[in-house]
């Protein structure tokens, strides 16, 4: 029998006790409690352990990639930059309206072919899980040829089958990160802004080719929640609706009343009904053509004034010029049946926080204009910005975010917290990977120093045989560490709202 004293300190020791466990568990990547789901799988901090299993005859599907036919259709339209040097800069830098590649069971116009694998996280076991590549330079630039981009489609093997609750799911190689956190400091900042974004986490992920390879660690992974139904429920409070996911054009361009004229460009992820469709080509010919008088008192009817302004200057305070504000993509449009107004929601922020490399170094997009945020033409931000209500609310709004949301301080412990996760998957990835998170997020290396094989430049780039005419033979990428890139530029957003300095407006692409 244990004596009273001993059994009062195990009493009251005990919900410590429990604690640590709790807390040992949750810590212990790929550790799955009974309850977990989506709202517990995904978090900033959030770290899983991910095996992949790939037969080595699916393995050769998913990276043969057959020959690139790309037809960027629309001959010129309006802000549609249809003209043949942006068609080339385009196929350059991945941006298409249609592409088709050798090989069956592609999706959605994707170019890369459907294989299986076998899935294993958080104390489960999913077999015939469809998996395929995803993006374009994060497929060029993988470090090795494993560590690749994934997009992971639970449905699809199995009609009605989810994993935690999730039906998709990608898996981001942050190729174009050196601090391999950047996107989900984005999301997450989308989140605090009260703007639709998708949720992320952080995953250890092994590869087995069987023959092959066996459980080889590829290194630190970002994991974002695919735009869907599940996610439009979530965010939206519904899912009924027209969800776009527009490439490479710019303003929300008018293309006629005809909407298979917008099929090529906007890519809609199913068959709207036909009062879906025309209310959004009724918005897109309002946006053309409304007079400056009819447009501030007429856009609300087509989107939410507060909430597109905010996901600019989100936008523009990131730097994130492979965007709606700058290269016309990665983003979606939802026009939900009931609402019958636009919703813009973000995609694709891996080089946000000015590290889109080919758009100049780091330093230069830490100072760009956030008040002409667009880098090239884009209507639809130039009307609003005009616009004597609108223009001084932008102003407002982003003055509101550099308190309340792109607060360095609030950032630089969020790093931390990040950091105290990932660093010692980083480390075990290649002595690449860790000389660059010595660079950018531990300042315990100089730009120059440890692994220099990409410390400041991309020469890849040079490599790829037909760039575009005067198109540089290194993209420099300076690769500021990123809480100084942070202070920078919150301090130089002040400064430009105070009229202390002029800035350069950013450039898609050098």
């Known amino acids: 029998m244990v004596p009273a004293r001993i059994r009062i300190a195990m009493n009251r020791r ?8 709790g807390v040992m568990a949750s810590a212990v990547p790929g550790t799955a409690a009974a309850n977990t789901n989506s709202s517990t799988f995904f978090g900033l901090t959030n770290l899983w352990t991910l095996h992949l299993t790939i037969p080595e005859s699916d393995w050769r599907t998913l990276v043969s990639r057959g020959v690139v036919r790309r037809d960027f259709g629309g001959g010129g339209g309006w802000g549609d930059g249809g003209n043949p040097v942006e068609r080339f800069l385009r196929g350059f830098t991945g941006g298409s309206s249609r592409e088709s590649r050798s090989g069956a069971g592609t999706d959605e116009g994707s170019h890369y072919p459907w294989a299986q694998c076998t899935f294993e996280a958080a104390g489960q076991t999913l077999t015939n899980v469809a998996i395929r590549l995803k993006g374009v330079s994060s497929v060029a630039r993988a470090p090795n040829g494993f560590k690749m981009p994934f997009k992971i489609d639970f449905n699809r093997g199995a009609k009605g089958r989810k994993f935690l609750g999730i039906e998709e799911l990608y898996l981001n190689n942050n190729v174009n990160d050196a601090t391999q956190m950047r996107e989900a400091l ?51 409070g519904v899912k009924e609706g027209l969800l776009l996911k527009p490439e490479m054009i710019r303003g929300i361009p008018y293309m006629g009343s005809d909407w298979d004229d917008y099929k090529e460009r906007y890519h809609p992820k199913a068959d709207p009904t036909p009062d879906d469709a025309a209310r959004f080509i009724e918005a897109t010919k309002f946006i053309r053509e409304a007079t400056p008088e009819q447009f501030g ?62 758009s100049g170094p780091s330093r230069f ?27 001084p609310r932008y102003r407002e709004i982003c003055a509101q975010l550099l308190t309340n949301v792109f607060v360095p301080s609030r950032l630089s412990a969020d790093i931390d917290r990040i950091t105290a996760v990932t660093r010692p998957v980083v480390f075990a990835e290649s002595r690449r990977a860790r000389a660059d998170f010595e660079r950018t997020i531990l300042g315990t290396l100089k730009p120059d120093e440890g692994d220099t094989r990409q410390p400041r430049f991309d020469s890849e780039y040079a490599k790829v045989p037909h760039r575009p005419w005067s198109f540089p033979d290194q993209v420099e990428i300076d690769n500021v560490p990123l809480k100084e890139w942070i202070q920078g530029r919150h301090a130089n957003a002040l400064d430009q709202l105070a009229g202390k300095v002029k800035a350069p407006r950013p450039r898609p692409r050098l």
Do not use: C
């Open 186 to 236: 984005a999301y997450e900042l989308f989140r605090r802004a009260g703007l639709p974004a998708s949720r992320t986490a952080f995953a250890r992920v092994y590869l087995t080719i069987p023959g092959k390879i066996d459980k080889q660690h590829l290194g630190l992974y970002t994991l974002v929640e695919a735009v869907e139904n599940d996610f439009l429920k979530r965010s939206l």
């Open 14 to 21: 005990l919900p410590l006790v429990l604690l640590l466990l």
């Open 365 to 391: 997009q830490m100072q760009t204009s956030i008040l002409r945020p667009n880098a090239d033409g884009n209507p639809l931000v130039e009307r609003f910005l005009a616009d004597p209500t609108f223009g």
């Open 297 to 358: 008192t007429g856009i609300p009817k087509y989107l939410e004034p507060e909430p597109f302004l905010r996901f600019v200057a989100l936008n523009a305070l990131l730097a994130n010029v492979d965007s709606f504000i700058g290269n016309g993509h990665n983003y979606y449009l939802f026009l939900g049946s009931a609402s019958r107004r636009l919703t813009f929601i973000p995609w694709d922020l891996n080089e946000s926080f000015g590290m889109h490399p080919v």
